[in-house]
């Protein structure tokens, strides 16, 4: 029983939606970088070429430009990554959108689009790689999906970002539902909740050392999280050392959820 073996993920298949940047680069890159062959989805074609491009420095990496918050979008990378893979061993859900306008003047189309990419799409290629999923999956080693929730789906945040929190403790509570229908195919469902990392989302909150010491000052941790936190979680779940986990929300916050 030694630590390499435990959390040994070399060998293994695995997709990282949004992987081309902020919390799903950082993910691919730790993938990547312990052996895990990494396909990297996105919408900005240009975006996820470059960062493949780069990660495949470190190993094995691959990208697949799509919209998977569309049909055909879904349909075409499915279908580009069954021609390439016979099985997939990692399914990270992690591609996400988020919306703030006060209460009173929030949009339809700020519920409607980040419910789309939050919940609807991570529930349809899910749906859409089970066979996947399923063809190498062992009761040793089971296949495993990973949903990036967000601390926000656990705790009332203090933005007006409506959408985006009802979204996060949707696709939580989807993990733990999915998760009990898939157990007997050898597949496990896991979320992690993320506070502040540095990413797209957070940027206007980290864009000046103030407003930087503001966020690290509201984690009792005291810093934001790195790219080191973000893939030992994923490779924790992803490994031997996690096979028995299913069902579960870890928070990845520093301790923000402990405040309620």
């Known amino acids: 029983m030694k630590i390499s073996d435990l959390f040994d993920v070399s060998g293994k298949v695995a997709v990282v939606t949004g992987g081309s940047r902020g919390i799903g680069e950082m993910i691919a890159t730790g993938l990547v970088a312990n052996?895990?062959?990494?396909?990297?989805?996105?919408?900005k074609a240009d975006v996820?070429?470059?960062t493949a491009e780069r990660l495949s420095e470190l190993g094995e990496c691959i990208s697949i430009p799509a919209d998977l918050s569309t049909a055909?979008?879904?349909s075409s990378f499915v279908s580009q990554f069954g021609d390439r893979e016979e099985q997939l061993d990692i399914l990270v859900n992690n591609a996400g959108a988020a919306w703030g306008a006060p209460l009173g003047e929030f949009p339809e189309i700020?519920?409607?689009k980040v419910m789309n990419i939050n919940v609807k799409a991570p529930f349809m290629l899910t749906q859409a790689l089970l066979n996947?999923?399923?063809?190498?999956?062992?009761?040793?080693?089971?296949?495993r999906v990973i949903m990036t929730g967000s601390i926000d789906g656990i705790r009332v945040p203090f933005g007006d970002n409506f959408s985006y929190s009802a979204s996060k403790a949707g696709i939580q509570m989807l993990a733990r539902h999915l998760a009990h229908f898939v157990v007997k195919d050898n597949i496990t469902v896991n979320s992690i909740a993320?506070?502040?990392f540095e990413s797209q989302m957070m940027a206007y909150m980290l864009d000046s050392e103030e407003k930087r010491e503001m966020v690290n000052a509201m984690v009792p941790r005291g810093r934001i999280g790195t790219p080191e936190d973000a893939a030992g979680?994923?490779?924790f779940l992803?490994?031997?050392a996690g096979a028995f986990i299913t069902g579960a929300v870890i928070p990845l916050d520093g301790g923000i959820s402990t405040h309620g």
């Open 132 to 143: 996947k999923l399923r063809a190498g999956a062992t009761e040793e080693d089971p296949a």
């Open 35 to 43: 052996g895990v062959k990494t396909y990297i989805t996105s919408r």
């Open 110 to 112: 700020g519920f409607d």
């Open 194 to 196: 993320p506070g502040p």
């Open 238 to 240: 992803a490994s031997r």
């Open 233 to 235: 979680a994923v490779i």
């Open 72 to 74: 055909d979008g879904l």
């Open 48 to 50: 996820c070429d470059e």
